[in-house]
């Protein structure tokens, strides 16, 4: 099992930045992949930005070039930084992994963390 704590986010103004924070904890080792989602009030899920334990990452095309994802293996902590946020931005952000037992998938998710961008 795997435990996601996000943290980091709070009220800003269009153009501020913002670092959001996504500890894990538990079986961290069999971590690969962690990928940060938002949701806004209204709208589906959708994916924001992924990273692999190597440190490939891949981005929801709205964000590239704001928006930069990294991770220390270490701390087994995963970063959002969000650079030139905009109001369209708002919304609940989570980080989530998958995990491979045998022929099934487990999927986790963190408590989420609200992020507000003020126009």
């Known amino acids: 099992q795997v435990q996601l704590v996000e943290s980091g986010g709070g009220l800003v103004q269009a153009g501020g930045s913002l670092r959001l924070s996504c500890a894990a904890s538990g079986s961290t080792e069999r971590i690969n992949t962690i990928g940060w989602y938002r949701q806004a009030p209204g709208n589906q899920r959708e994916l924001v930005a992924t990273i692999t334990s190597g440190g490939s990452a891949n981005y929801l095309d709205s964000v590239k070039g704001r928006f930069t994802i990294s991770r220390d293996n270490g701390e087994n902590t995963v970063y959002l930084q969000m650079n030139n946020l905009k109001p369209e931005d708002t919304a609940a952000y989570y980080c989530?992994?998958?995990?491979?037992?045998?022929?099934?998938?487990?999927?986790?998710w963190g408590q989420g963390t609200q992020v507000t961008v003020s126009s």
């Open positions: 989530n992994t998958k995990l491979r037992s045998g022929s099934r998938w487990y999927e986790y």
